[in-house]
């Protein structure tokens, strides 16, 4: 797999912190959005990939060397894990998005975010990178305040119950997509990147709903394209890509942990917006708590390590 060449003279990277934080504000939009859209959970995540890959299309248009970069991400065993991690956002995406017809904001967004476990631990199998045993520890603590955000939801019934354990199908799915990221990301230009994830992706889930007989791709009323573009736009051109630009400079196990503040974003909007309103209880503010605590632990645990070696800016 060829490293990309960057042109003498660019600007320096964006702060990876700094974009995270974005991203995560970003992404919480995602499930309250969700809520709104009458098309079901597949035709719903096409139509986000799909918009979003027109977007990266405009960007690789202005972008010298464009081909070359989707080339590099293309060659070798690198275009085969490329491939894979498509077919895990593609699987991530509608598992997580159908939860959301069976269970509440607070409870898909919650288990969804357990992937930050599951990251940590294929971080050690297949990364070699090990979290530190405070690092451990707040992972631990953020899933814990996670699962309190949304312990009301587990006694709704059989429905509720399938909707939650979609979302932890989701969480498997998106940790393997953001290990894969990890290790494609230290030597792959972003645009060129996504541009080949987020395809293969799109194009998976448009298969599969031309195969399935209850769902169209076309036919939704106004609002729904509003809210398939917003999903492009928001969760997931400044979220999922904030975060695998982030991914090049940290682990992916404080990548997610810092996406675990998702939930708190999700539940506050769902609390406010005009047309949910979905009150949170207090044990949702006190795992609301809990999570920054975890998300503080992991972060500054890191910070003992030391930096990571700098990487080329993309």
Known sequence: MSRVA???????????????????????????LIRFATAPALAVSVWRLVLSVAFIALVLAFRRGALVGV?????????????????FLAAHFWSWIASLSLTTVASSVVLVNTQAIFVGLLSVLFLGERPRLWQWVGILVAVAGAMLVGWGDFALGRDALLGDLLAVAGAIF????????????????LWAYVGVVYGVAAAVLTVGVVAHPGVALTGYPRGDWAIFLALAAGPTMIGHTGVNYALRYIPAYVANVAV???????????????GLREVPPVQTLLGGVVILIGIALTVLAGRERGSPPAAAPG
């Open 6 to 32: 960057y042109p003498a003279g660019r600007a320096r990277p964006l702060p990876p912190g700094l974009v995270l934080v974005a991203a995560v504000l970003a992404i919480s939009w995602a499930g309250p």
């Open 71 to 87: 080339g590099a991400v293309l060659r070798g065993r690198g275009g085969v894990l490329a491939l894979l991690a498509g077919l």
């Open 174 to 189: 998106a940790s393997c997509y953001y290990v894969i990221g990890r290790r494609l990301r230290r030597e792959l230009d």
């Open 260 to 274: 675990l503040g998702e939930p708190i974003g999700a539940t506050l909007i769902a609390w406010l917006l005009p």
